[in-house]
């Protein structure tokens, strides 16, 4: 069973506005949440994490936001770049799992010129 | 410096036959973990090691998967027999964590493997 779950399988933005990618989980005892990032041929690369104790945490031009209560974390990225045209993934972990990251299935995400 | 390497990059067996993934984590990391990519399931986490020791291995599908580690700079996931429901993307990635594996896990390019 899937317990973190990105249910967009894809987006398209165009340049300059603002992209939005969904996750949501269904274990309340995940306690890290993290993003990463993935082109085409090569390993995932970490992207942003963000802590159960916070709600926000901000990185240049990516923010995550975390809605304990709804069990949801959001990515924003702006302003959106060609360069951001990757598949997303999200992915949280537990301690009283070994803290081992589970993934969602992935966002695909294209920006437009 | 180099990250976490995997070997082969792509791979094409027959049915039945052994397959054999190899990976080199970053030095200095204590933490190494198997992945699966699907299309079906996404990123499947198989297996992970901490200090060469395998600590959780629930999500190897069956007895045909096994994975060891017998340094720290070399880990193996094998497949035998395969069979044509194991082709997808395998994934190593290593991590440093005195607390847990709550951080950044680096990943290498992965392993494409494709049973005919």
């Known amino acids: 069973d899937q317990q973190v779950k990105q249910n967009s399988p894809s987006l398209s933005v165009q340049e300059g506005r603002i992209s939005i990618l969904n996750c949501d989980y269904t274990?309340?005892?995940?306690?890290?949440f993290l993003w990463y990032k993935k082109y085409p041929a090569e390993g995932p690369t970490f992207l942003i994490s963000?802590?159960?104790?916070?709600d926000k945490n901000e990185d240049g031009r990516f923010t995550v936001f975390l809605n304990k209560s709804a069990k949801h974390l959001s990515l924003h990225i702006v302003p959106s770049q060609p360069g951001d045209s990757a598949v997303y993934f999200c992915?949280?972990?537990?301690?009283?799992?070994?803290?081992?990251?589970?993934f969602g299935k992935g966002t695909s995400l294209l920006v437009t010129p | 410096d180099a990250g976490v390497i995997q070997s082969p990059r792509h791979e094409v067996t027959e049915m039945g036959q052994e397959v054999t993934l190899r990976c080199k984590p970053i030095s200095g990391h204590d933490y190494l973990f198997w992945y699966r990519q699907t299309m079906m399931r996404g990123l499947e986490l198989l297996i992970y090691f901490n200090n060469n020791v395998p600590i959780d291995d629930s999500g190897m599908p069956e007895d045909r998967f096994s994975a060891k580690m017998p340094n720290a700079s070399f880990s193996t996931l094998k497949i035998q027999p395969s069979e044509p429901r194991d082709s997808a993307v395998y994934f190593c990635a290593s991590s440093f964590g005195s607390r847990g594996p709550t951080g950044e896990l680096f990943f290498g390019e992965g392993s494409r493997l494709t049973v005919l």
């Open positions: 274990n309340s005892m995940f306690d890290y």
């Open positions: 963000i802590s159960s104790i916070k």
């Open positions: 992915a949280a972990s537990a301690a009283n799992s070994g803290y081992a990251l589970n």
